[in-house]
């Protein structure tokens, strides 16, 4: 199967780094160089390519800002691929390009392919890329949380599975628990909301505005208050159209246009053009006859009467009330007390609601204490075939007699959902405290990994737990930092000769200060700093034949002439072959 390779790193004014280039290659390399040459920066790098954390602190003093270029080869439809096409970054050739700038002011800006991209994506892609490993995951493996998880991705779809099932009903459950606690916690803010929302309801019932009321009455009102002015005005234009009763000899429009059109009447044969004019003149008459007999009957509905306007005005108080509270109109009001009625209803409805509830509640507790212990089952299982591939691992590493095991617990909580017939504490991962217990050797009780064992140790069950899900869950690339501390002699060999192992089937990138441990790797890197103590382009290079010979002498006796040292060097590098 092909793999993910990182293949270079070209790191620019970081730390100590002023400007070097990190040449790595498949299998097993070894970062070897003085203490305080920089080693540690190639862990460094590698990180901000991943999407860790930007500390201004890292950048060289007296540079702008620090730069850390990647190359990893990504093999066609890789989904790390797929998620960089997503994003829009384009591969070169297959190659992957990521960049992190850091200022000196703390911004930090991340590519991809030639692309600007969000930090957080280079962390997405670092969970199917690289693994890194360094004194902080070792004390981030003392955690329970981190044992657990590391149980629960060792197990795959046999934890995966019901404990998906087991965080869709928890988070149902606090759903409900959320609803049921406002409904219980509210109760007198919402007995007082119902009861603002019943007054306001019987008010708007008692009123019973209908929809366009207050425009009709406004319009009303307005006629009424001004009828004799609008009575004399219809009367007035009436006589001036169809004359006046009372003065039979004034002259009215109506005469007018009966005159023209007669006049026009006796000629129109002669002239056609005439004759249309004479047509139009009586459709005015018509039209005349028309709108003088709609005026006569205006002026005689129209109703003067006070009364009536006395009403309308009370009316239009009651509606103006309404609008003062619930609307800036009737049609608000009437959208108020619709809205207001349905949260009525649901306000009325809680007392069946909180028994609706309630018994989902319930109903969900059993069915989670079901699934969670399904899911404590799965751990079990697993936790079994894990340490025994640990404890295997163990013994490869020069602890022939550790033995790994998992106590996974429960604990017991009133409130909490009944596993086993007895009530115990839940959250989003179950109800298990998962916790890895070592036994360094026969007749010791297992005890935590925290109080049980050294620092070599815990190294070692680091690196042990990483060779067992290289077989289950691997990733491409593995870094270790620092991964053989406290470590020296035949348990630094193991370790050098099991990181072999691991890079047969995986990228493994080691920073180590044990020759040990460097011996046993395909290429050696050597960091060091020329004399103004900074780390320039020829600081990083491979190390080959004498000059990895003086290199381990150094590592060996801090002397690159001594003769001893370096029998022992060309004895550890033949051990590696022979291994090989």
């Known amino acids: 199967m092909v793999m993910s390779v990182l293949e270079e790193m070209r790191i620019r004014s970081l730390g100590v780094i002023d400007d070097a280039v990190v040449e790595l290659s498949p299998g097993f390399t070894a970062v070897t160089g003085e203490t305080g040459a920089g080693k540690t920066m190639v862990v460094t790098s590698l990180g901000l390519l991943l999407g860790g954390r930007a500390d201004p602190a890292l950048v060289r003093i007296g540079a702008k800002n620090a730069v850390v270029e990647g190359r990893i080869s990504v093999p066609d439809g890789a989904s790390a691929v797929l998620r960089a096409e997503e994003a829009g970054a384009e591969l070169d050739d297959g190659v992957l390009l990521i960049s992190r700038t850091v200022s000196a002011e703390g911004r930090s800006r991340a590519h991809l392919g030639g692309r600007s991209v969000p930090v ?58 959320t ?97 249309a004019l004479a047509g139009r003149i009586g459709e005015i008459g018509i039209l005349l006859g028309d709108v003088s007999g709609e005026l ?26 309404m609008t003062r509270k619930y609307g800036e109109d009737v049609g608000a009001v009437l959208t108020w007390a619709e809205q207001g009625a349905a949260r009525l209803l649901e306000l009325d409805g809680d007392d069946d609601r909180l028994g609706e509830l309630t018994a989902e509640r319930d109903a969900l507790r059993a069915e989670l204490g079901g699934l969670a212990q399904a899911l ?104 270790f930092d620092e991964v053989d501390a406290g470590v020296g002699g035949k348990a630094a060999v193991e370790i050098g000769r099991r990181l072999a192992k691991l890079a047969k089937s995986a990228q493994v990138v080691v920073v180590t200060h044990l020759p040990q441990v460097a011996a046993f790797a395909d290429r050696q890197l050597l960091v060091e700093k020329t004399n103004d103590g900074s780390v320039t382009r020829s600081g990083v290079k491979v190390l080959e034949g004498e000059e990895r010979v003086r290199e381990l002498s150094r590592m060996l006796a801090g002397q690159e002439d001594s003769e001893t040292a370096r029998a022992h060097a060309e004895e550890l590098l033949a051990t590696a072959r022979g291994d090989g």
């Open 376 to 479: 404590t089952d799965a751990r079990t299982e697993a936790a079994e075939r894990f340490a025994a591939a640990v404890t295997a691992e163990l013994a490869s590493l020069a602890m022939p007699h550790a033995r790994v095991s998992f106590e996974i617990r429960q604990t017991e909580d009133p409130e909490g959902v009944e596993v086993g017939g007895r009530p115990v504490s839940y959250g989003p991962a179950g109800v298990d405290e998962v916790e890895l217990l070592l036994a360094p050797h026969p007749g010791a009780p297992p005890r935590p990994i925290a109080k049980g064992a050294s620092g070599g140790e815990l190294s070692r069950v680091m690196l042990a737990v990483e060779v067992v899900f290289a077989g289950t869950d691997p990733v491409p690339t593995y870094l």
């Open 296 to 321: 006569a009957g205006y002026a005689d509905d129209l109703d003067a009467d006070p009364l009536r306007l006395a009403a309308v005005e009370e009316r239009r108080a009651a509606l103006t009330a």
């Open 179 to 275: 609803e049921l606690d406002e409904i219980t916690t509210r109760a007198r803010e919402r007995a007082q909301e119902a009861d603002m929302l019943r007054f306001g309801l019987d008010e708007i019932a008692a009123v019973e505005p209908r929809p366009g009321e207050d425009v009709e009455l406004a319009a009303e009102a307005e006629r009424l208050g001004h009828a004799e002015a609008l009575a004399s005005a219809a009367t007035a234009a009436h006589a001036a159209l169809a004359g006046n009763p009372e003065d039979p000899e004034g002259i009215d429009a109506a005469t007018l246009v009966a005159g023209a059109h007669r006049a026009l009447e006796a000629v129109r044969s002669h002239d056609a053009a005439l004759g």
């Open 120 to 177: 957080g994506l280079l962390a997405e892609l670092a969970d199917d890329l690289v693994a890194v490993h360094g004194q902080t995951d070792q004390q981030g493996l003392l955690k329970l949380s981190r044992q657990r998880q590391a149980l629960d991705r060792y197990a795959g779809d046999a934890v995966a599975v019901p404990l998906a099932k087991y965080a869709g009903a928890y988070r149902r459950l606090r759903a409900i628990s």
